[in-house]
C-alpha cells in the first residue's frame, strides 16, 4: 500500500481529503491548493504534481475515504503547523461559499485528528466564514 511519507505529503492529502469532501475535485479547489501550497517555505523547490498523483493514487486504493486519508496524514504534520493545515482546509470547504453537512463532519474530524481544541476550531472557522465572503 502507498504510504504517506512526510509533512509535504501530510498536509497535501488532508487538503486532498477536504477538496473531495463532495466526491469532486474542481478546478477551483485544485488552483487554490496550487496557490495554498506553493507559497510555504515547505514547498520550495517541489513538484506538487508528483505529491498529487500520489495523494490521488492513494485516496483511489483506500476507497476514496477522506476520512482514512486523513487518518493516515495527520500523524505526520508538525505541532507547529496543525492550525495552519486546518485554517487551509477550512478556505478550500468554504471555497463556494457554503460549508455543507459532510464537509462539516470532515472538518469535525480533522479538529479532533490534528489535536485542535473547540476555541480554536471555533475563532479558525468564524475567520475563514469572514474571509470567504470578500
Not at 483511489?60 to 505526520?76: P, R, V
Not at 479538529?111 to 469572514?130: F, G, M, P, R
Amino acid at each position: 500500500m502507498i504510504e504517506i511519507d512526510d509533512e509535504k505529503e501530510a498536509i497535501m492529502g488532508i487538503i486532498y481529503a477536504c477538496m473531495s469532501a463532495d466526491n469532486n475535485v474542481s478546478t477551483q479547489e485544485y488552483d487554490e491548493m496550487v496557490h495554498l501550497l506553493s507559497r510555504k517555505q515547505l514547498y520550495a523547490n517541489t513538484d506538487l504534481r508528483v505529491i498529487f498523483n500520489k495523494i490521488k493514487t492513494l485516496h483511489q486504493s483506500i476507497g476514496y475515504n477522506s476520512f482514512k486519508l486523513i487518518e493516515l496524514a495527520a500523524e505526520k504534520v508538525s505541532e507547529n503547523l496543525r492550525l495552519t493545515v486546518y485554517a487551509n482546509a477550512m478556505e478550500i470547504f468554504l471555497l463556494d461559499k457554503t460549508f455543507h453537512a459532510n464537509e462539516k463532519q470532515l472538518a469535525d474530524y480533522l479538529q479532533k485528528a490534528l489535536h485542535i481544541d473547540n476555541k480554536w476550531a471555533k475563532k479558525i472557522q468564524e475567520v475563514s466564514t469572514i474571509k470567504s465572503m470578500g
